[in-house]
């Protein structure tokens, strides 16, 4: 098949252009860098004709309330709008385990409304729910430090690795269209702030973590479950934040690419 992926050079989508390639697909990295940007349409029809699927992985490249609703909304309309015009049949995108349950949250706002999009758009569609990235560990770290101290709340924590991501979300682009969602997290939950503090000492970062329930997570105030799957048939990774290659090497991004 021929699947292009929206953020196709980032994270997450370099990955599955790589998977799926080696799969046998047509799978083609979609990007500004590539000379597609969905905010102003430009290469959208061309770079869909022909594609059964499309993955969207983009990101916003601001986390401000306003600005990063506007991606969302812009970006993904204008996906849609081309992709009902091309004929593709499948649209998957990557949303974040607890959306709704942290509406507060201005980036999660926007993650809902692109669902909205997706969900009414009459395409085809798989939403995959992902839990917080092991990439993206130091940059959580580094946005709840206060006064050189990291306050995490003792709830729920369940990460997982990239490259875990990046399977399930090819999987589910192959697939039958879910007009639904599908949760995935990583294989092992923890206690966040233990979870942050055993981090810390593997980086030989001197910060102290202070277990504090009512530390906020971007922004947000969270409950025991806000951060891990509630479906009990959610897809687990296998890669443990143990025997990840980058665990001293996290990047400090907060977001998603």
Avoid at 18 to 40: M, Y
Avoid at 69 to 87: D, H, R, W, Y
Avoid at 118 to 124: A, H, R, V
Avoid at 199 to 224: C, I, K, M, N, Q
């Amino acid at each position: 098949m021929k699947i292009v992926v929206i953020g196709g050079t980032g994270l997450i989508g370099s990955k599955l252009v790589k998977n799926l390639g080696e799969q046998g697909h047509e799978a083609v990295a979609a990007s500004p860098n590539t000379g597609v940007d969905t905010l102003t349409g430009e290469g959208l029809a061309e770079v869909l004709a022909g594609a059964q699927v499309v993955v969207d992985v983009s990101n916003s490249p601001s986390f401000e309330r306003a600005a990063v609703l506007k991606f969302f909304e812009t970006s993904t309309g204008n996906l849609l709008a081309a992709e009902a015009e091309a004929g593709v049949g499948h649209h998957v995108a990557v949303s974040i385990v607890g959306t709704e349950r942290m509406p507060d949250n201005g980036y999660f706002a926007a993650k809902i409304a692109q669902e909205r999009l997706i969900e009414k758009s009459g395409i085809p569609f798989s939403l995959v729910h992902s839990t917080q990235f092991f990439e993206f560990t130091r940059g959580i770290a580094d946005d709840a430090t206060v006064d050189g101290k990291v306050h995490m709340a003792p709830v729920l924590f369940q990460p997982i690795a990239g490259d875990d991501v990046a399977l399930a979300v090819g999987r589910t682009a192959v697939g039958a269209p879910l007009n639904g969602r599908v949760e995935i997290a990583g294989p092992e939950q923890f206690r966040m702030d233990e979870f942050f503090r055993q981090a810390l000492a593997a980086w030989g970062d001197p910060r102290e973590v202070v277990t504090d329930p009512h530390a906020r997570y971007f922004g947000s105030e969270l409950d025991e479950r806000s951060l891990v799957p509630l479906d009990d048939d959610a897809t687990l990774g296998t890669i443990r934040y143990h025997d990840w290659p980058g665990r001293n090497a996290t990047g400090k991004q907060p977001g998603r690419s």
